[in-house]
DNA sequence: TTTGATTGCATTGTACACAATTTAATTTCG
DNA sequence: CGAAATTAAATTGTGTACAATGCAATCAAA
């Protein structure tokens, strides 16, 4: 019955639907992610700030699974909204560290109904969100350790 | 225990796991898809165009979850690469039928090994996969539904 | 201590993504 | 029929993503 293209079909792929829901999702953040001005991956840039309040680009990029190439003008672009400083580590200049402003520290206020908004697009079952978190947790982990090895 | 803020932090989200497993997974594929020129966007539509061979933009894009804003640069340069033509549907000028042409169709031969290959960059166990699959698809079907409300 | 390697970030170039708008073709309805 | 609405792609503008490279600061080791 089955072909050696099987594989190749669209519906046989995990990725392709991680790919799919990832963007479709993000995709939905936009209106409640409009009203505070930030786009999605500056929302999680700042959500990140919000928990520890001082990071440099090689932490965020840790936490965020993003290289210096994204991350740089979108820090610049919060910088310009004056939600963040940077400014380089005294005792070594090649550190950029990057903390809140009042205003940055403010948007949290505005930002506090955001996750509940988003949790009214997306209808899962209570097991159902928790092992899909689990799995993807899974994944990531060890992406995590290949990094740490590579 | 739980503040008002415990919503905001990453590690609470749902979407950001997704987010950065997909991302994850795409760069992974890049080693495989650099063997046969294809970009992970342009591979999952000539996954598309193998098993349908004949689709217009728009249909492409409900297959895929893409636009034209993205789908019209990205089957330029397919057809640059020589994989597809694309031509005007006779009947309704306005919509663009996408066919292989035999270098696409060939393609499919160099791909068949790619899902294999990427199958042993993730780890999971046949029930943590299925488990996956089955709700993505599930978050999948119900946007699927919105797109057709409208 | 000096030079060679490493580190942290910035820059460049390519390729998406998508909202918003535009254009041209087709359909609908008065 | 003929104007208005709808549809399918294309275009424009903004914002990621990331590989590859550049560069200055720091570290390491002989």
């Not at 079909?9 to 829901?21: D, E, I, R, S």
């Not at 090649?94 to 697009?121: H, Y």
């Amino acid at each position: 019955m089955s072909d050696k293209y099987e594989g190749l079909k669209l519906k046989n792929q995990l990725c392709f639907p991680l790919y799919a829901v990832s963007k479709e999702i993000v995709k939905r953040y936009k209106p409640f992610l409009d009203r505070i001005d930030l786009t999605y991956t500056q929302y999680i840039t700042m959500m990140v700030l919000w928990e520890h309040k001082c990071l440099n680009v090689k932490e965020l990029g840790e936490y965020l699974f993003l290289d210096s190439g994204t991350l740089t003008p979108l820090l610049k672009k919060l910088e310009q909204k004056g939600l963040v400083e940077r400014c380089r580590n005294k005792d070594d200049e090649r550190i950029l560290q990057v903390t809140l402003t009042k205003a940055g520290e403010k948007l949290k206020e505005k930002a506090v109904d955001v996750p509940a908004s988003m949790m009214s697009c997306v209808h899962l079952e209570e097991k159902e969100a928790e092992s899909l978190y689990r799995i993807l947790y899974k994944i990531l982990g060890e992406f995590s350790e290949d990094a740490e090895e590579g």
